[in-house]
């Protein structure tokens, strides 16, 4: 009886194992990274997980992902890394100082930058990467139950020599890629999906608000926006989630409203001014405040609700 014997897999240079598996870091195993290193894992490809609070993390090991104790850790040897952090501030925490997963990575390897940070922090990232490593803007559309089954929709900036390199990495986590011109237009294109991705949902919860006070079944407004050129399948599905009071969930708050106020500055800093935006952050940090941070986004119907006279 012949005995199979397993290939030992023994780092090459490339940041690949000798079985030819690509290695990717993930920094970060939140709502997102969690299910973006499923995803890797699904499609073959050799997976180091970290985050700051390691519970999570392990969480994959059963998965089949390595769990390193530091970011710099989780980088080594790594061909890619992700960071799919809460912010800018997270993310350079987790790729600078002693145990950042800069002082581990190749010069050929390439960071892939997926957290919504605004465009201020990709700039600061940027400089932070120096030239040290390759640069990949690309922050994702799409939440936590598009990431599970990989359909996320990845804008992406960066060289365009590293397309082909990146390209198994996307396809492993998204349905489509958009690749975007200029090094940063991934971040900014992400803050404008967002803003009209804000004006829906408060669109649609001040209009759910209007139905119930006119004293009309907000299921009829849904019923008649379903398939109408008026209607948005997003807004619609929001509506529902508002009537139902469901917010478990899907986009939480808290991101979302870091996303406008990301976009609000964006605009400042061209001398624009986005009236709604600013508007509905009001309404959305009452939001917050009444305990709605970790709710879906639909929360901020509790904010529209007439006020008591
Ligand atoms: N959720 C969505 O639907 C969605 C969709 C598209 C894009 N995004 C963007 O994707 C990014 C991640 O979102 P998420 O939903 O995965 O968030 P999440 O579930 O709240 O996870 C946030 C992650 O960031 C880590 N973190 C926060 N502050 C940190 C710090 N100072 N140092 C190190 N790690 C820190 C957390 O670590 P701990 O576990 O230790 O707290 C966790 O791993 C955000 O930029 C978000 O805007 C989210």
């Known amino acids: 009886m012949t005995e199979r014997v397993e290939p030992i897999p023994t780092t090459v240079p490339t940041g690949r194992t000798m079985t030819g598996r690509p290695r990717v870091a993930v920094l970060g195993t939140g709502a997102m990274g969690a299910p973006i290193a499923r995803s890797l894992l699904r499609a073959g490809f050799d997976v ?83 030239g040290r490593v390759e640069f990949v803007d690309a922050p994702v559309s799409g939440s936590s139950g598009p990431a599970e089954p990989g359909e996320l929709l990845v804008l992406a900036s960066g060289q365009r020599a590293l397309r082909p390199r990146v390209r198994p990495v996307f396809d492993a986590l998204g349905r489509r890629t958009l690749w975007l011109d200029r090094l940063g237009d991934g971040s900014r294109f992400k803050l404008v999906l967002n803003n009209w991705l804000a004006v829906l949902v408060e669109g649609m919860a001040e209009t759910v608000s209007l139905t119930s006070v006119l004293g009309l079944d907000p299921g009829l407004l849904l019923a008649t926006l379903t398939g109408s050129p008026l209607g948005s399948a997003y807004a619609t599905a929001k509506g529902r989630a508002m009537v139902e009071h469901d917010f478990a969930p899907g986009f939480p708050l808290h991101h979302a409203g870091k996303d406008a106020a990301l976009a609000l ?14 508007a509905l952050l009001k309404r959305w940090d009452e939001a917050i405040a009444g305990g709605h941070a970790a709710d879906d986004v639909a929360s901020v119907v509790t904010a529209a609700a007439p006020a008591p006279r």
Do not use: C, Y
């Open 48 to 130: 180091t997980v970290w985050n700051r609070t390691r519970r999570k993390a392990e969480a994959l090991a059963g998965q089949g992902a390595r769990v390193a104790a530091t970011p710099a850790g989780a980088a080594a040897e790594a061909e890619f890394l992700i960071t799919m952090l809460t912010d800018g501030d997270a993310v350079a925490a987790a790729m600078g100082g002693v145990d950042g997963a800069l002082t581990a990575l190749g010069p050929d390897a390439v960071w892939i930058q997926m957290s919504t940070v605004g465009l201020h922090a990709t700039r600061s990232l940027l400089e932070l990467a120096d």
């Open 265 to 278: 500055a964006a605009a400042d800093h061209w001398g624009l001014e986005l009236p709604l935006t600013e």
